[in-house]
């Protein structure tokens, strides 16, 4: 084999498809530096590699073998030119968890999300947080997604969240088999269970539909996503952005509307833009200072890189023990017990947890406070619905509660198929409008009320959806109480520490962004 020849091939293919070294080695699993040695000729890759490059410049491995080209250019442009290896990886990492033949709820799950969104950037955007909290992670920090995002079971694949939004199961590392548990509804009340090969079981899944997420990703065919991380690794999860999405139009919008904390958002820009924008050395810029920009600025896909506070003290308390933010036990029901009878001072005054709420519950498991975490959370006119159903004799107390937007959408959903009203668009319209408030400021229309009637909707629970104003996302609460159980978790294990380094990230966001309503 001619060492330079093969190499100048890998460097022509990869250059036709728009991937810098960086993307290629990623796709591969090698570091950019692996890649530059077999371009230069220095190196060749491993049988094992050269199968990878083959099926990512979708040529035969024969084909490789004799630097042929047979395949067919591919629209789009470096990581854009990875959509179809992304969504293989990410069902490679699906058979890899649950077997080579996975279960028909991952994999309808699996193809529900492709079908929804494999037209988006989803899976572009999916891979990046995942990168971008693998990185994170080996220097002792997390991120944080605010939002859909953490609904999705593809980019909990690939590693973007730390929700699994299947329902809640066991499955083993080893022998691949997994066990699900219909009547637990949150994966850290399932007790520990050794599987019959002798390895112990993985716990995991929320139980979290797919279609509030869709909608979401879908809105204005643009991804939005928000993600706050440590401020320690700020910068360099902007520099992250800009390497990955080499080769693409990158806009920074400075968004003087957004304020509050340390935040950089970057764009990736249309085609055809009809705004005018300047170049500052590293990326197109623009000031979004207008009503008519601001609107682009939602057409665009995007993330808000936020310095977050709770992040920044997770990362810092991490550091000083050496330990992985994702590998820390604390599925411990003495953390529940502490919630109640000794929960540390930051978790009001940062805002992370509603002190008077609190002393009004008792949550007896997990779930319970999740459920407490979105509840308080959402928006809901108590003292009009009080009125409506004290006018019909109905005692509040005794009806059933609904926390999340997701359980609109199931409990709506059950009720249509027991009426055999075939697919879901209806439990969709009704929990879309719901958790944006639109029948509590618009009303709910004739015709919709007609037909939730019709198919057995209780009269309370009409009223319900008429005076929500806001419903949490259930993923949101999980990510949520996920990042308060950690902190508790070195408040209980490391009091002092826990106390010296949220006093420090406490007074230094202070001094740099003034006073904060913790």
Not at 111 to 133: N, P
Not at 324 to 348: G, L, T, V, W
Not at 470 to 486: C, D, E, V
């Amino acid at each position: 084999m001619n060492d330079y020849g093969f190499g100048n091939f890998i460097r022509d293919m990869r250059t036709k498809r728009g991937l810098s070294q960086f993307q290629l080695g990623r796709l591969i699993g090698v570091s950019d530096k692996a890649v530059s040695k077999w371009e230069s000729g220095t190196a060749v890759p491993r049988i094992s590699k050269c199968r990878k490059l083959a099926d990512i410049f979708d040529i035969t491995l024969d084909e490789m073998m004799v630097w042929g080209d047979n395949s067919n250019d591919r629209q789009g442009k470096g990581a854009f030119a990875m959509q179809k290896e992304l969504w293989k990886k990410a069902h490679d990492r699906m058979e890899e968890i649950y077997g080579e033949q996975p279960p028909i709820q991952m994999i309808s799950r699996f193809e529900s999300e492709k079908a929804g969104l494999q037209d988006t950037d989803f899976i572009v955007f999916a891979d990046f947080i995942g990168e971008l909290a693998s990185m994170c992670n080996r220097e002792y920090g997390d991120i944080f997604n605010l939002g859909e995002l953490e609904s999705s079971f593809v980019a909990w694949l690939l590693g973007a969240t730390k929700c699994n939004p299947l329902p809640a199961h066991y499955y083993c590392p080893k022998c691949r088999k997994v066990e699900f548990v219909p009547t637990v509804g949150c994966c850290w009340d399932l007790p520990e269970k050794k599987c019959e090969c002798g390895e112990t079981m993985v716990r995991d899944g929320i139980d979290v539909t797919d279609r509030s997420m869709i909608l979401t990703m879908r809105k204005d065919d643009a991804i939005s996503l928000d993600v706050s991380l440590p401020g320690s690794l700020f910068d360099k999860a902007c520099q992250m952005f800009i390497d990955y999405f080499n080769g693409c139009n990158i806009l920074e919008c400075i968004t003087p509307w957004l304020y509050g904390c340390k935040s950089r958002v970057l764009a990736l820009m249309k085609k055809h833009d009809e705004i005018s924008v300047e170049w500052n050395g590293v990326t197109w810029q623009r000031c979004i200072d207008s009503e008519e920009l601001r609107s682009y600025y939602w057409t665009i896909s995007k993330i808000r890189f936020i310095e977050g506070k709770s992040e920044t003290a997770l990362g810092i308390l991490c550091r000083r023990i050496s330990i992985n933010p994702r590998e820390i036990n604390f599925i411990d029901q003495s953390a529940i017990e502490c919630m109640h009878k000794n929960p540390p001072e930051y978790f009001f005054k940062a805002g992370m947890i509603n002190e008077d709420a609190l002393h009004h519950v008792h949550f007896r498991d997990f779930e319970g406070f999740v459920e407490f975490y979105g509840n308080v959370h959402g928006s809901f006119k108590m003292s009009e619905y009080k009125k409506k159903m004290e006018e019909r004799g109905i005692d509040i107390a005794e009806l059933e509660a609904d926390f999340f937007r997701e359980d609109v959408y199931n409990r709506i959903l059950s009720y249509t198929k027991a009426y055999n009203i075939p697919g879901d668009s209806l439990a969709v319209k009704i929990m879309d409008c719901t958790r944006r408030g639109i029948y509590s400021r618009k009303g709910m229309d004739a015709e919709t009320e007609h037909v939730l009637k019709t198919i057995g909707i209780p009269y309370y629970y009409i009223e319900f959806l008429k005076h929500t104003v806001y419903l949490f996302p259930k993923s949101h609460s999980f990510a949520y109480t996920h990042t308060i159980l950690r902190l508790m978790w070195f408040w209980m294990h490391y009091p002092d520490e826990f106390v010296q380094v949220t006093d420090y990230v406490r007074n230094d966001f202070e001094k740099r962004f003034g006073p904060i309503e913790w």
